[in-house]
């Protein structure tokens, strides 16, 4: 006589392991990947191309990197266009399961719902910050070989760079972290991908700098921490504009994330599929 056994509950690694799959089996999303890295890189040889050809124009040869020379990196068109990429592809992790349904199969194979989420977390926040490190160092390796030409470039260790790369690369998993949370919320493409964009891009223009409670809101934003982490210069003489700090901003990279993966695993325990 033979006894039924229940199968065994999957690992963790299993669960990263599956996860992993369904992603690199996407062609997209490495098309994707591939052409907002080329986009921000292009962007910032654009930004270091024009600051070269001031240079050269005004026939100068700079006594020393201005402070803002070496940011020409870290193009704000080019990071937005990440921010946006980045928060729409970690949204569409979860939401393509709902959508297709294939995520009743997935909580039948493992009922451990909250594992599942933040199997999905892993994976993402793995892949996008590989993708942000290699984005940020091309970006910054490009735009210093271009500003060379003109005796402008900067190496690695100039004081600001480290800083500004570090928050470069990590802005990707961050924002591709809080997509995967809000897809998990929303569970609908549309309304996902517009909450993403309001949120990341849309949301911290309301809030101006000029007033103290409305700085204060706006330097709660994720785009607003990347801009005070890469900037290397003080503000200017009389400048009315109130400035975050360096360790708020760092603050703010570390709790949009953790809220939006913890409440994501919260709702998905006790929420049907």
């Not at 517009?194 to 849309?202: D, I, K, P």
């Not at 709660?220 to 901003?249: C, D, H, I, K, Y």
Request: aromatic content about 8%.
């Amino acid at each position: 006589m033979t006894t039924l056994t229940s199968p065994s509950p999957a690992r963790f690694r299993d669960l990263i392991a599956a996860e992993w799959i369904k992603t690199r089996s996407l062609r997209s999303t490495w098309w994707t990947i591939a052409l907002v890295g080329l986009f921000v890189i292009g962007s910032a040889a654009v930004a270091a191309l024009a600051d070269s050809h001031n240079l050269a124009a005004a026939r100068t040869t700079p006594s020393g990197p201005a402070d803002f020379r070496p940011f020409d990196a870290f193009p704000q068109p080019g990071y937005m266009t990440l921010m946006l990429v980045a928060g729409s592809v970690g949204a569409i992790t979860v939401v393509s399961e709902y959508s297709s349904g294939l995520i009743r199969t997935t909580t039948v194979a493992v009922p451990a719902r909250g594992s599942v989420i933040l199997a999905k977390a892993t994976v993402v926040a793995a892949l996008w910050t590989a993708v942000g490190t290699v984005v940020a160092t091309g970006s910054f390796l490009v735009s210093q070989a271009i500003l060379d030409a003109q005796h402008a470039g900067v190496s690695i260790t100039h004081p600001g760079v480290p800083r500004a790369l570090v928050a470069s690369a990590l802005l990707a998993p961050v924002c591709a972290l809080i997509g995967l949370g809000l897809g998990v919320l929303i569970r609908h493409s549309a309304a996902t991908m517009a909450t993403c964009a309001f949120t990341l891009l849309m949301l911290p223009t309301v809030f101006s700098q000029s007033k103290r409670w409305s700085a204060d809101v706006n330097h709660t934003m994720v785009v607003a921490a990347w801009q005070r982490l890469v900037q290397n210069w003080a503000p200017e003489p009389g400048s009315r504009m109130f400035s975050a700090t360096v360790p708020g901003s760092w603050t703010v990279y570390g709790l949009w994330p953790l809220i939006a993966v913890v409440v994501a695993v919260l709702v998905v325990r006790g929420r049907d599929v």
